[in-house]
């Protein structure tokens, strides 16, 4: 969430002036509750993993989401881009919106492909 820092009180109205990460200040009710301090365990996702078993065991607490394995890298009764004698997709990645299930893989009905080039236009 966010934080606050309290700039002053005033127990005649009850009110609390308080500092917002914007830089605004807001008078807040002095009922109004808070934790105090530094949220527990922070900073511990900001180590490199190093290696491969760190990652799964990372996932493997979670869901079954790793290793991520492309479709090329499959046989084709796995996956739609599997199969042929070198990893490549071998036709359009670009797919109608209603393919039935199992065939949507790759750009779900696409209404361009490519890099996008060119920026937007400043107005």
């Known amino acids: 969430g966010a934080y606050a820092d309290i700039v002053s009180h005033n127990p005649d109205t ?3 002036r308080v500092r917002l990460p914007s830089g605004g200040k807001k008078s807040i009710s002095s009922d109004s509750r808070a934790t105090v301090g530094v949220i527990g365990g922070g900073g511990r ?3 490199p993993v190093l290696k ?3 990652s799964y065991f990372k996932y493997k607490a979670k869901r079954k989401a790793w290793p991520v394995v492309r479709g090329v890298a499959m046989n084709p009764v796995d996956h739609p881009h599997g199969g042929g004698n070198h990893q490549h997709v071998g036709h359009p990645t670009t797919v109608r919106r209603n393919a039935p299930a199992g065939q949507k893989v790759g750009l779900i009905a696409a209404r361009r492909t490519g890099r996008l080039r060119g920026g937007s236009k400043k107005v």
């Open 52 to 54: 491969a078993g760190n």
């Open 14 to 16: 009850g009110r609390t």
């Open 45 to 47: 996702n900001e180590k």
